[in-house]
């Protein structure tokens, strides 16, 4: 439509400078002018069913930071030049595509073309990834023809699941040790009468490890002090334990309308500031996110590769609910879950919803399966009901780590003054930190 207002402006423009020249000669190509466009699009119209086009659509998934590839094949069957082809590609949220989604390309006589988009996955959830329309266009771009895709018949789009990215880390990496303090209540000779009992693991004897000794069998904790590893002669009580959690409270984001009038109270920052502005805090948002699931399937994926039982507890449809991890699909059916996971941004979350404290009680009061576990809490927000919560365990004799994520812009995590009173092990770990080094 711009390109067809354009063009009439300049025939009006020509129309009168040939007026006030005067002359056949300035007239003749002014009609010659005024006429392009029906001849064009008469010239290129023919060729729209001479020009072959298909679309590769992927269909699977990706984690986080990885590729796909949309292909568009284009056949010229003609012995015309097709001038302009214009291909609009798709523009998910959660992927970044290599170059800009609307392209123009040109075919020459009986020439064959394959113009490949690249989609970078920047963040999980699902984005349809593939092409919306391929036109072809007239010899002076002004209009443009839709042309068939795939006969028709096939998707030219596919939905792609972008999973949290599976970092791996090292076997002896300080966070799969458990806290000093679970240390501690373990080697007690003293049962713990509360609801929660560590009793240590009693009757097992000890050896250093030696080639082809199974890694199940490494007792890393004990590894950890004696700075050798370690392995059980007898396998009789069963492997070790964790338990993670993740806290699904993330701070809400400002309004527009909030930050539009608190901005303009006291700065006057222009609109295009305070988009931005708010753009950041969205950005900062979904890092966090990000970091969180990152650093607890990083944790969850190694400790089963160890050898231990990971027990993971979401909270979810305002309920908590409890998944085992035992092998490598259950880590892969754990990513797809928490692809789609939705954190909860109500700031009045009491402490029974940021932990599952009743629900654990009743679970183990059923097993009855404490031995060797180990707790540790994954958040992105540090505040006054979470170490509450965090505290009540410990009421309980289970001392819970914690994990924290700090974003980039804030340069801190919340509450730092409650990390250092935590009485199990804490480790913060910002959005833009390697995982596997803070973890070492």
């Known amino acids: 439509m711009r390109n067809l207002i354009l063009f009439f402006g300049m025939v009006v423009f020509m129309y009168l400078y040939s007026y006030i020249l005067g002359g056949e000669s300035s007239m003749v190509m002014v009609y010659m002018f ?3 466009p029906l001849v064009s699009i008469i010239l290129i119209s023919p060729l729209r069913k001479r020009i072959i086009t298909s679309v590769d659509v992927p269909a699977y998934e990706v984690e986080k930071g990885g590729v796909v590839r949309v292909n568009v094949r284009l056949e010229n069957k003609s012995f015309m030049p097709i001038p302009f082809i214009n291909i609009e ?3 998910p949220v959660n992927f970044r595509l290599s170059g800009t989604y609307n392209h123009i390309t040109s075919l020459g006589p009986f020439e064959k073309k394959v113009v490949t988009m690249e989609y970078t996955a920047k963040s999980r959830g699902v984005g349809e ?34 999973l949290p990215r599976l970092v791996s880390l090292k076997p002896t990496s300080s966070i799969l040790l458990g806290s000093s303090e679970s240390f501690k209540q373990e080697d007690s000779d003293t049962a713990n009468m509360n609801l929660f009992s560590w009793n240590g693991e009693p009757g097992y004897e000890f050896r250093e490890y030696m080639p082809g000794d199974s890694l199940h069998k490494v007792h890393w904790k004990l590894s950890a002090r004696n700075e050798t590893l370690m392995v059980r002669k007898d396998e009789g009580g069963g492997l070790s334990k964790k338990r993670l ?79 085992g991890i035992t092998d490598s699909k259950t880590i892969n059916d754990i990513q797809y879950r928490l692809a ?59 001392i819970v780590d914690v994990v924290s994520i700090k974003s980039v812009s804030s340069g801190k995590v919340n509450n730092e003054e409650k990390i250092a ?14 995982i596997s080094e803070v973890f070492s």
């Open 89 to 91: 590609f798709t523009q």
């Open 340 to 398: 789609s996971y939705k954190f909860s941004n109500i700031s009045n979350l009491d402490s029974s919803k940021r932990l599952p404290l009743n629900e654990i009680a009743e679970d183990e009061g059923k097993s009855r399966y404490l031995k060797g576990t180990q707790s540790m809490v994954f958040t992105g927000n540090l505040d006054n009901a979470l170490y509450k919560a965090v505290e009540s365990f410990a009421d309980y004799g289970v």
């Open 245 to 323: 959690f993740l806290d699904s409270y993330i701070k809400p984001v400002q309004k527009k309308q909030d930050i539009k009038t608190f901005y303009q109270i006291l700065f006057g920052f222009s609109p295009k500031n305070k988009e931005k502005n708010f753009s950041n805090m969205e950005d900062d948002i979904l890092m966090l996110e990000e970091k969180t699931l990152e650093a607890l399937i990083a944790v969850a994926n190694t400790s089963v590769k160890t050898g231990s039982e990971v027990e993971l507890w979401l909270y979810e449809n305002e309920d908590w609910n409890k998944y």
């Open 421 to 434: 009173n935590l009485r199990g092990d804490s480790w913060v770990l910002g959005t833009d930190e390697d």
């Open 34 to 36: 005024l006429f392009s």
């Open 129 to 162: 990834v593939g092409v919306s329309g391929i036109w072809l266009k007239d010899y002076i771009n002004i209009f443009r023809i839709p042309l068939s895709i795939n006969d028709d018949e096939e998707k030219v789009t596919g939905e792609v699941t972008v």
